[in-house]
């Protein structure tokens, strides 16, 4: 079982800056695909960015490409989310997603946290 603790969200004005975090309890963190995911109030649930389990392939939903960066550290079991440029509409509660095998824009990830909110005010 799989365990993810995201962190790092708040209140940021417009063109403001955040990093997340996402934790996870595995001991097999670097064999896992690891994803963030957001849905604003209202909204299904929208891809934002996955990256490969050895860090070398990143892959990015286009309405965050440019401004957002995925990345991880395998030696600490956490991977982070870099966003820049936040805007208004980025406001939504974020979630960090693992798989094994799944990797893509796709929300099949066997494992999800509990989300962390982000709200970016104009």
């Known amino acids: 079982q799989v365990q993810l603790v995201e962190s790092g969200g708040g209140l940021v004005q417009a063109g403001g800056s955040l990093r997340l975090s996402c934790a996870a309890s595995a001991r097999t963190f670097s064999s896992l695909h690891m994803g963030w995911f957001r849905q604003a109030p209202g909204k299904e649930r929208e891809f934002v960015a996955v990256?490969?389990?050895?860090?070398?392939?990143?892959y990015y939903g286009d309405s965050v490409k440019g401004r957002f960066t995925i990345s991880r550290d395998n030696t600490k079991n956490t991977e982070y989310l870099q966003m820049n440029s936040l805007k208004p509409e980025d406001t939504a509660v974020y979630y960090c997603?693992?798989?094994?095998?799944?990797?893509?824009?796709?929300?099949?990830?066997?494992?999800w946290g509990q989300g962390t909110q982000v709200t970016v005010s104009s």
């Open positions: 997603a693992a798989d094994v095998s799944h990797f893509g824009p796709q929300p099949a990830y066997r494992y």
């Open positions: 990256i490969m389990w050895g860090g070398t392939r990143t």
